[in-house]
């Protein structure tokens, strides 16, 4: 019995079709958009960095889609309703992973030139939210939300509130130094105080003004100067024992 006789032409043509079948059984990447998130919000939960998506062509449905992320240790997961890159391994259906997240005409980027690095949250108020978080192994951490922002290093702690209030607060010392002025200057009243002594020093002039001005001790006060001294007033009252001696 005689096999029937294939052409170059008709070979070449079934290889052809053969390959052309197996690529629609292989999937690269497709747009798609969040459904649905799960974010790791507590040390008790499983879940691992995923979002369901609905692929845009298709309309199919892709539960707990792993999310990527360019260094371990760096959360920003996509929000339902992103415009996402769903990339499948090996162009395989069931090995899906989202490699990036896409602007569009409904979700614009914020207004940014070349050289910028521009973060700007796009979200609802949420004061309970981390906007922006670093945090580093031996617990120095940045902390900013819609209410204030807090910087932490070890026992020492700066907030700055969007109230405006500013708070410093450390376990150890606090050096202000400046090769020009400081300048201290308050709308209200100026406090200082001290546990211990309050020591002031200028090399040349310290003059301390006031519309009433008070210099009261609790045990002793001392006046002295090393060439002249000088007490003038309207009316000059001194009360108590008083004695004067020429030096």
């Known amino acids: 019995m005689s096999m029937p006789a294939f052409s170059g032409h008709d070979l070449y043509g079934t290889i052809q079709a053969m390959i052309r079948e197996e690529l629609t059984r292989l999937h690269f990447a497709e747009l798609g958009e969040v459904t649905d998130v799960f974010s790791h919000e507590s040390d008790s939960d499983k879940n691992n960095y995923q979002v369901t998506v609905t692929l845009r062509d298709s309309g199919l449905v892709l539960p707990r889609v792993s999310v990527a992320t360019q260094r371990i240790g760096a959360v920003a997961i996509p929000n339902v309703g992103d415009l996402v890159l769903v990339q499948f391994i090996g162009g395989d259906m069931h090995r899906p992973v989202i490699i990036g997240r896409l602007y569009n005409d409904i979700d614009r980027p914020p207004v940014a ?9 796009q979200d ?9 978080a670093i945090a580093l192994p031996n617990n120095n951490q940045i902390i900013v939300n819609d209410d204030e922002a807090v910087i932490e290093m070890g026992d020492a702690k700066i907030t700055v509130e969007n109230s405006g209030n500013v708070s410093i607060k450390v376990s150890g010392d ?4 400046a090769d020009g002025n400081i300048d201290l200057k308050a709308g209200g ?25 008070t210099l009261k001790a609790d045990t002793s006060a ?8 000088t007490l003038k007033g309207a009316m000059v009252t001194i009360a108590g024992m008083t004695n004067f001696s020429a030096g």
């Open 113 to 121: 030139t070349p050289h910028e690095w521009v973060y700007e949250s």
């Open 124 to 132: 609802s108020e949420e004061c309970d939210v981390r906007r922006f």
């Open 222 to 229: 001392k006046v002295e100067g090393g060439a002249d001294a």
């Open 174 to 177: 606090i050096k202000l130094e």
């Open 189 to 213: 009243d100026l406090g200082l105080e001290a546990g211990a002594a309050i020591n002031m020093k200028a090399g040349t002039d310290l003059k301390a003004e006031g519309l009433t001005t």
